[in-house]
């Protein structure tokens, strides 16, 4: 069992970034493949970047490919994205996800989740 708790959204104009964090509890934090995803308002939850468990390979949806970057620290525990160039359409909750196989861009293979952290992009 792994609990996960995101932190660093907020409010952006369009061009900006962002650096979310999701720091995780538990001693098997390195077992799992970690993903981020995020929904906005009346759309479905979508892949936003996912890695593997020791960090040597990402992916990413197209969407945010070239932009965002997802990193590990598994001495830390910790699992972040950082989102540049934001556009306005990346506005939505973002949540931070663990699984333990390799459908990393499978939102039904996530077995643990966070509560979420909204970020918003202003034109």
């Known amino acids: 069992q792994v609990q996960l708790v995101e932190s660093g959204g907020g409010l952006v104009q369009a061009g900006g970034s962002l650096r979310l964090s999701c720091a995780a509890s538990?001693?098997?934090?390195?077992?799992?493949?970690m993903g981020w995803f995020r929904q906005a308002p009346g759309k479905e939850r979508e892949f936003v970047a996912a890695i593997t468990r020791s960090g040597g390979a990402t992916f990413y949806a197209d969407a945010v490919k070239g932009r965002f970057t997802i990193s590990r620290d598994n001495a830390k525990n910790t699992v972040s994205l950082q989102a540049n160039s934001l556009k306005p359409e990346d506005t939505a909750v973002y949540y931070c996800?663990?699984?333990?196989?390799?459908?990393?861009?499978?939102?039904?293979?996530?077995?643990?989740w966070g509560q979420g952290t909204q970020v918003t992009v202003s034109s």
């Open positions: 996800a663990a699984q333990a196989t390799i459908r990393y861009s499978d939102y039904t293979a996530y077995a643990f």
């Open positions: 538990g001693r098997t934090f390195s077992t799992y493949v």
